[in-house]
């Protein structure tokens, strides 16, 4: 970020949306992990909030106002340089 950005945490949100489940299945299939993921309602989950249910953030502006790329875009970008660091460990 900038010098002259605001500190703190920020959240960037790419486009397009996914469920938890959804997410995990693309981020499992790119690992090339072989793991069924089942869908859970999130009524099974305790918890001390109630979240939304339809709880999906705008894609975050780029400084031209244009939304960051979709999320699948992004991520098989990211995947190969997030695989080859975590083998490179093990």
């Known amino acids: ?9 920020h959240h960037l949100v790419n486009g397009l949306f996914a469920t938890r489940a959804d997410w995990a299945r693309y ?4 690992a ?3 793991v069924e993921v ?3 309602p999130m009524s ?6 109630r979240p939304p ?7 975050t502006p780029l400084p ?3 939304p ?5 875009d992004a991520m098989a970008d990211y995947a190969p340089h997030l695989l080859r660091a975590t083998r490179a460990k093990a």
């Open 38 to 40: 089942v869908n859970v």
């Open 68 to 72: 960051l790329r979709a999320w699948p």
């Open 53 to 59: 249910v339809w709880g999906v953030m705008a894609a």
């Open 44 to 49: 099974t989950w305790e918890r001390p909030s």
């Open 27 to 30: 981020v499992i299939g790119r």
């Open 32 to 34: 090339e992990i072989d």
């Open 1 to 9: 970020l900038a010098d002259d950005a605001h500190a703190g945490v």
């Open 64 to 66: 031209s106002g244009e």
